[in-house]
């Protein structure tokens, strides 16, 4: 039997008030919402692409990170890549991020989005001269 072909189409954050935390990766990300419904809405890049889509859940726990025993853990966080990390931070925390206290790698931030979920800010090697 042959395997079904797959593509993936997105990542879902569970999150009990969807619309505000969606608002706040459209203004990051400056993706437009391709779903718009109160329980469900995507953002996806205006060239294509994989989508983030937020879905409604009343019964959400805050992650702990760093991971901390007894206490909810971080299953998943986005990654996005950066050609400026400073000012990818700066225009994080303008949006309503909050910078993580812990220590990172030099081309890596840990931020939270307001919902306090983490995601990472990855600056992007730079292209060796040819």
Same mark, same amino acid.
């Given at each position: 039997?042959?395997?079904? &072909?797959?593509?993936?189409?997105? @990542?879902?954050?569970? =999150?009990? %008030? ?11 990300? +400056?993706?437009?919402?391709?779903? /718009?419904?109160? %329980?469900?809405?995507?953002?996806? !890049? ?11 859940? %009343? &019964?959400?726990? *805050? ?11 971080? @299953?998943?966080?986005? /990654?996005?890549?950066?050609? %400026?990390? /400073?000012?990818? *931070?700066? !225009?994080?925390?303008? #949006?309503?991020? @909050? $910078?993580? &206290?812990?220590? @990172? ?9 307001? =919902? +306090?979920? $983490?995601? #990472? ?10």
């Amino acid at each position: 039997m042959k395997n079904p &072909d797959f593509q993936f189409a997105g @990542s879902v954050i569970n =999150a009990t %008030d969807p619309d505000s935390l969606a608002s706040f990766y459209e203004s990051l990300l +400056g993706w437009p919402r391709l779903m /718009d419904e109160p %329980d469900w809405i995507a953002l996806r !890049h205006p060239d294509g692409g994989t989508a983030i889509a937020f879905q409604r859940s %009343d &019964d959400v726990a *805050v992650p702990t990170w760093p991971s901390q025993p007894g206490r909810q853990q971080v @299953s998943l966080h986005l /990654d996005f890549m950066t050609d %400026d990390l /400073d000012a990818a *931070v700066e !225009h994080a925390v303008n #949006c309503g991020a @909050s $910078p993580s &206290d812990a220590e @990172s790698p030099e081309r890596e931030r840990v931020l939270f989005d307001p =919902a +306090g979920n $983490p995601f #990472c800010l990855i600056r992007t090697a730079p292209t060796p001269p040819t």
